[in-house]
């Protein structure tokens, strides 16, 4: 991984990044996550909305809490969008189920590849 990510620089005497690599894994990453979001939403049981799709949430933000739950020891997106939100001032919280191999893609992901992704990013 280091000679894929890295290249020893004699002028700094240090290890720098390959700007262009990372770039492309960073793309390869997102795409990842997109299409991996797209086959929980597509088997989670209910039919696919994009306004639902795009509205999926990862992590918190201050308006939002993340769709993707621990249950227990399963994986369930919560969904909190429906068309009476706007009339009933409030959302409809309904957990998918989410297939073990996924699940698993997902954890792996976010545990083990989103830390090294921030740290090639700069976050």
Not at 42 to 54: L, S
Not at 101 to 121: E, K, N
């Amino acid at each position: 991984l280091r000679s894929e990510f890295f290249d020893w620089s004699p002028h700094t005497n240090s290890w720098e990044f390959k700007l262009l690599r990372w770039r492309v894994w960073l793309a390869d990453l997102a795409d990842f996550e997109k299409h991996l979001l797209l086959a929980i939403d597509m088997m989670g049981g209910a039919p696919a909305r994009g306004t639902e799709i795009t509205a999926v949430l990862v992590r918190n933000t201050p308006f939002r809490v993340r769709n993707m739950r621990g249950l227990g020891k399963f994986l369930a997106m919560v969904r909190e969008y429906s068309k009476t939100t706007n009339i009933m001032q409030s959302d409809k919280i309904i957990p998918h189920a989410v297939d073990a191999f996924s699940a698993d893609m997902f954890v792996q992901m976010h545990v083990l590849a989103r830390p090294v992704a921030q740290v090639g990013h700069g976050d």
